[in-house]
């Protein structure tokens, strides 16, 4: 069992930076691939980016790269999302995610391949 806790969003402007974190609670956290989605209202959840156990391979949506880096902290069980240059379309609920599957070595971008969740915290970009 994996407990999440998303915070860091806010309300910020265009161009702005914001970084998320997701803490863990549970010995088991080291040996999950973990990833972060979003959803806007009146869409789907969708793929941010991954990050795997070990933490040496990371994926990101395509509408993120260059501007997102998933990183993690396996002593403070917490995983971070840094987003750079946040855009109105960034407007979303961010979830962080625990597949629950110890040292998987395929990282996921499918929500439903992923087992436990946070609460999510919302990211609003607006001018």
């Given amino acids: 069992q994996v407990l999440l806790q998303e915070s ?3 309300l ?3 161009g702005d930076s914001l970084r998320l974190s997701c803490a863990a609670s549970g ?3 080291v040996s999950y691939n973990m ?3 979003r959803q806007a209202p009146g869409k789907e959840r969708e793929f941010v980016a991954a990050i795997s156990w070990s933490g040496g391979r990371t994926y990101y949506a395509d509408s993120v ?3 997102f880096t998933i990183s993690k ?3 403070k069980s917490t995983v971070y999302l840094q987003m750079n240059s946040l855009q109105p379309e960034d407007t979303a ?3 962080c995610a625990a597949n629950g599957r110890a040292y ?6 499918t929500a439903s391949r992923y087992a436990y969740w946070g609460q999510g915290t919302q990211v609003t970009v607006s001018s």
């Fill in 35 to 37: 990833g972060w989605f």
């Fill in 65 to 67: 790269k260059g501007r």
């Fill in 104 to 109: 998987a070595t395929m990282v996921d971008t």
């Fill in 73 to 75: 902290d396996t002593a």
């Fill in 8 to 10: 860091g969003g806010g």
């Fill in 27 to 29: 010995s088991t956290f």
């Fill in 12 to 14: 910020v402007q265009p």
């Fill in 93 to 95: 609920r961010y979830f």
